[in-house]
């Protein structure tokens, strides 16, 4: 046994590293479905539609249960019933009474309320420009 952990002592450390995988239920079956992938998480009811480019999920899961879950990977609440996965954020858009717009890649928009402001300063490691972009 020795012999064949030797033969391919690189392999694992070749391998390139990918973005987490999540196990859902789909129809009876499990089917794993790579974070990177999901662009935003929007409730419906008890359930939330995991949204892909590819097409939609719909889980039996609390959208408050979800965000934990993927706030280490990447995912912010922009609104109660929204999270985003912040690597397809393309634009902000300043809006009345507090409110911002959200583009992301696609063109696909959702509004971010005042109570998830905060949660928007954290898409970019650094803002450049002048002004402050969110008031404080």
Not at 6 to 28: L, M, N, Y
Not at 65 to 72: G, I, N, Y
Request: positive net charge; charged residues 25%; aromatic residues 10%.
């Amino acid at each position: 046994m020795t012999r064949s952990l030797e033969a391919f002592p690189t392999s694992q450390a070749s391998a390139k590293p990918q973005s987490p995988r999540v196990a859902i239920k789909v129809k009876g079956r499990i089917l794993f479905v790579d974070i990177g992938d999901v662009v935003a998480v929007q409730a419906e009811g008890n359930y939330v539609w995991l949204q892909r480019p590819s097409g939609s999920y719909l889980l039996r899961e609390s959208i408050s249960a979800v965000a934990e879950k993927l706030e280490p990977c990447g995912f912010i609440r922009i609104h109660r019933s929204v999270l985003v996965n912040s690597l397809f954020v393309d634009e902000i858009m300043p809006r009345s009474a507090g409110k911002y717009g959200i583009r992301l890649k696609g063109g696909k928009e959702y509004t971010a309320t005042r109570t998830y402001e905060k949660n928007l300063k954290s898409l970019a490691e650094f803002w450049i420009g002048t002004g402050a972009f969110f008031p404080d």
